[in-house]
Each structure stands twice: as C-alpha cells, then as structure tokens.
C-alpha cells in the first residue's frame, strides 16, 4: 500500500520534472492542455502499462524507441552505468538544484521507485483522486 504523504510526493517530482509540459493527465488540478498535448495522455498508463517497460522507459527512452522526443531522465549512458543515474547527475544539475531534488531520494532506484509508485501503484490503489 502506498501511502498518501508517498503519493504527494511523486506528484511533485512529476510536476518538478515538467513532465506535464509534454503529457496531460487529469483530476489533479495541475493538467496539461490535453488538446495541444505533444504525448500520450498518462491518466491510463497505468493500466496499460508494466513496470519494468516504465523503469526502463523513464531512464534511456531513445533506447526503447530511438528518436523519441521523451527526455532521458535518468540516463546513464554518458557514464556507461546501465543503472541509470539519480536526476541531478543524469541532468548535471547544480548543487543547489541538487540538493531541492533530494527530497525525492538519492539513488535511481529510490527516485525511479517514487515515480513510478505515483502513477502505477498510487492510481491502482485509488490515491488518485481523478480515477
Ligand atoms: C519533451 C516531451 C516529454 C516530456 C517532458 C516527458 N515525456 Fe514522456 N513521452 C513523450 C513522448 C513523445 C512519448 C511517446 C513516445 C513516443 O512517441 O516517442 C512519451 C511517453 C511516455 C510514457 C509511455 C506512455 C504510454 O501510454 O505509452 C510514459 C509512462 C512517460 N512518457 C512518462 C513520462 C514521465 C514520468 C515524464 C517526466 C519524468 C515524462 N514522460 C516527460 C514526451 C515527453
């Protein structure tokens, strides 16, 4: 079970990442303009959707459909780490930067975990109150 406090959480990592200036997803006050969208609407995602799709999705997108316009959030590719790298080194942002993220975890796999918990485990659970 997901909790309410973790589900807040991973929605303001997806708001923090701008994930919504490509995707919409309705119900949570904070939506896209659906109709000028440039990506599939995630409200559905998580039915449609498996873990280890998303996971590997989230990290290196132009590995799974080469030439996607999706941004490659937690690559690792530049430094060979086919884990994937938490935000602030896959984006090379600043120690400030850095230190505003770590709310959200400090590995990938803390970080990838929120996010996908937020929109696959917090929706199936009902957290989402759009649903
Ligand atoms: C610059 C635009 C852009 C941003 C920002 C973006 N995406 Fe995407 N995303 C896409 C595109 C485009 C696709 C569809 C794949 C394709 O056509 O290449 C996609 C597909 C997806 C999918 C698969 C959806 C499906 O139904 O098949 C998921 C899940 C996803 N993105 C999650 C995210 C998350 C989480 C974030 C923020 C961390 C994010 N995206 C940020 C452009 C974006």
């Known amino acids: 079970m997901m909790s309410a ?3 807040a959480l991973g929605e303001k990592f997806l708001q923090t990442m701008q994930c919504l200036d490509c995707h ?16 599939p609407n995630l409200d559905l995602a998580w039915k449609r959707l498996r873990e280890p799709w ?5 990290q290196e997108p132009d590995i799974v459909r080469h030439g996607t316009n999706m941004p490659p959030y937690f690559t690792g ?3 060979g780490d086919l884990r994937g790298q938490p935000l ?15 709310q959200f ?5 803390q970080q990838t975990r929120l996010l996908m918990d937020f ?10 109150g759009g649903c």
């Open 5 to 7: 406090g973790d589900f």
């Open 119 to 128: 929109f696959v485990r917090g929706w199936r659970e009902g957290l989402y």
């Open 77 to 79: 590719l530049a430094s």
């Open 24 to 39: 919409a997803m309705s119900g949570d006050g904070s939506v896209a303009d659906v109709i000028h969208a440039k990506a």
């Open 54 to 58: 998303v996971r590997a999705w989230i």
């Open 105 to 109: 975890g400090r590995t990938v796999e």
């Open 88 to 102: 602030a080194e896959a984006q090379k942002l600043s120690p400030e930067q850095a230190g505003a993220v770590s």
